[in-house]
């Protein structure tokens, strides 16, 4: 089937204690499409990456990757994880470990791989984001768009079919927002599926195949880029980009 969506959730629903923070929330991603989600702080868009994942549980409805229903729990969900690579706000490296072994570190442990074939597959991902020279270094001797740019070639080195980013530049320099920004938009012109909550509208105007709007743990509106940003609907859409832009 051509038509399976590669991330579909469909009535899901979430609370932390009396907190409603997902709400009958329904998001269809096709193969290769960018959606990047918008929306004030607390409206739920970091625990709707988190669900995807698993990371967070839901309390109902249902959510698939590549038309599989995410189980529970046990080996089923780990090699669904490994599906999806998810990069956040803070960078998450093993300071312990060089940039290499970051890298090689989950394909060797999960995946199965053998160290040569790992290192060479960690090495291409790492020239692919620019940062092959910095290998054996370890992450606080690299900048932060630099330790982005490992967190992204850590998360494609699991072949992931799917790659959630939350607010991926939020917590970076200025003068490094771009290089993190530039190698997400060539994995999107690649055909990443990808899911990007960000407050980048440069990115999200370029980027995005849609914008998927939040307010409060709903799905407010879903359209094109194009269309959301000069032709808002909802007055909470209309509010947001007032403040923003
Ligand atoms: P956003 O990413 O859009 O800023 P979040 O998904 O982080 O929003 O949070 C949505 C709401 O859920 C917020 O009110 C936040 O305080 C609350 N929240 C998030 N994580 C937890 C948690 N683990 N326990 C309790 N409340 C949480
Ligand atoms: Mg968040």
């Known amino acids: ?16 204690g009396d907190l ?52 529970e729990e046990g080996k089923a969900l780990a090699a669904l994880r490994a599906d999806v690579g998810m990069v ?39 020239e692919r984001v ?11 001797q690299l900048s932060g768009g630099q330790q982005q740019r490992v967190a992204i070639a850590r998360a494609l080195a699991m ?11 939020s917590a970076l320099d200025p003068e490094m927002v771009n290089e993190v920004l530039d190698v997400m938009t060539t994995l999107a012109k690649e055909g990443m599926t990808m899911l990007v909550v960000t407050h980048e509208m440069g990115f999200a105007r370029r980027a995005a195949d849609r914008v998927v709007f939040m307010a409060n743990g709903e799905i407010v509106e879903d359209a094109p880029p194009d269309e959301f940003f000069t032709n808002p609907k909802s007055a909470r859409a209309k509010d947001f980009l007032g403040k923003i832009l």
């Open 1 to 16: 089937m051509t038509d399976t969506p590669m991330i579909r959730m469909a009535s899901v629903e979430k609370h932390f």
């Open 20 to 71: 409603h923070v997902l709400r009958n929330i329904n998001l269809e991603v096709a193969p290769g499409q960018v959606v990047v989600v918008l929306g004030p702080s607390g409206s739920g868009k970091s625990t709707l990456c988190r669900t995807i994942n698993r990371l967070e549980p839901i309390d109902s409805g249902t959510i698939e990757i590549d038309g599989k229903v995410l189980p």
């Open 88 to 126: 956040f706000q803070s960078f998450n490296l093993f300071a312990h470990k060089t940039i290499l072994e970051n890298v090689t570190l989950a394909p060797i442990k999960v995946r199965k791989m053998n160290k040569a074939e790992a290192e060479a597959k960690g090495m291409a991902l790492l």
């Open 130 to 140: 620019g940062i092959a020279d910095q290998r054996d270094k370890y992450p606080a």
């Open 159 to 169: 072949n992931p079919k799917v790659m959630l980013f939350d607010e991926p530049t």
